[in-house]
């Protein structure tokens, strides 16, 4: 993999962080990376609602993330998204 993609917006994510997290990762080949794995170690952070993760021929991977959409406080120890999630 030569070539990581990162769109979506993340107001909220420091783009510095998703890259220590994918870049270890990335050092594979294009056959051996492990999408799921990447996907799940993205979805650890809580600000991040949505991640999809896809390997483009013959080098890339392109990463798609969306973030909670914070309505309400809950309980003084989270947030409500738009979607009905607490996170």
């Known amino acids: ?8 917006d993340y107001a909220h994510i420091n783009p510095e962080t998703l890259k220590m997290v994918v870049t270890p990762f990335a050092q594979k080949n294009f056959f051996w990376v ?3 794995a990447i996907k799940n170690k993205l979805l650890v ?9 896809s390997k483009v021929w013959p080098n890339k991977l392109e990463i798609k993330i969306a973030e909670h959409k914070p309505i309400a406080v ?4 989270g947030l409500l998204s738009n979607q009905a999630v607490v996170f």
Do not use: C, H, M
Request: net charge negative; proline share 4%.
């Open 45 to 53: 952070f809580p600000w991040l609602a949505k991640v999809e993760v």
């Open 1 to 8: 993999i030569t070539e990581v993609s990162i769109r979506g």
């Open 74 to 77: 809950w309980n003084y120890q």
């Open 34 to 36: 492990d999408i799921l």
